[in-house]
């Protein structure tokens, strides 16, 4: 796992919030989403957080998001994670 990946994971952790992550070394299409990644958010490198289907940005933008509260209210904003075929099928 990256430092990074790490860190944008211990965030939420710190926020008693479980994410729905994307293991993307882990899965037989990982490289199709990274592509697809780098097409729809104009970034291929991992972290990518994505909030409610809103894409926040990678660690250290979630770090900052923390850090400002708006990741509390982009939380808050509503009670469902985005779960993995909503997320693929906008990649």
Same mark, same amino acid.
């Given at each position: #796992? /990256?430092?990074? /990946?790490?860190?944008?994971? $211990?965030?939420?952790? $710190? #926020?008693?919030?479980?994410?729905?992550?994307?293991?993307?070394?882990?899965?037989?299409?990982?490289?199709?989403?990274?592509?697809? +990644?780098?097409?729809?958010?104009?970034?291929?490198?991992?972290?990518?957080?994505?909030?409610?289907?809103?894409? +926040?940005?990678?660690?250290?933008?979630?770090?900052?998001?923390?850090?400002?509260?708006?990741? =509390? =209210?982009?939380?808050?904003? $509503?009670?469902?994670?985005?779960?993995?075929?909503?997320?693929?099928?906008?990649?």
């Amino acid at each position: #796992m /990256c430092r990074y /990946c790490k860190r944008a994971k $211990s965030v939420f952790e $710190s #926020m008693s919030v479980k994410p729905f992550v994307l293991e993307l070394d882990e899965r037989e299409d990982g490289d199709d989403i990274q592509q697809a +990644l780098g097409k729809f958010v104009g970034r291929r490198t991992v972290p990518q957080v994505f909030i409610n289907g809103v894409h +926040l940005g990678g660690s250290d933008d979630t770090v900052a998001a923390q850090q400002s509260g708006r990741l =509390k =209210k982009l939380l808050a904003g $509503s009670a469902s994670a985005v779960n993995a075929e909503n997320l693929k099928s906008e990649l």
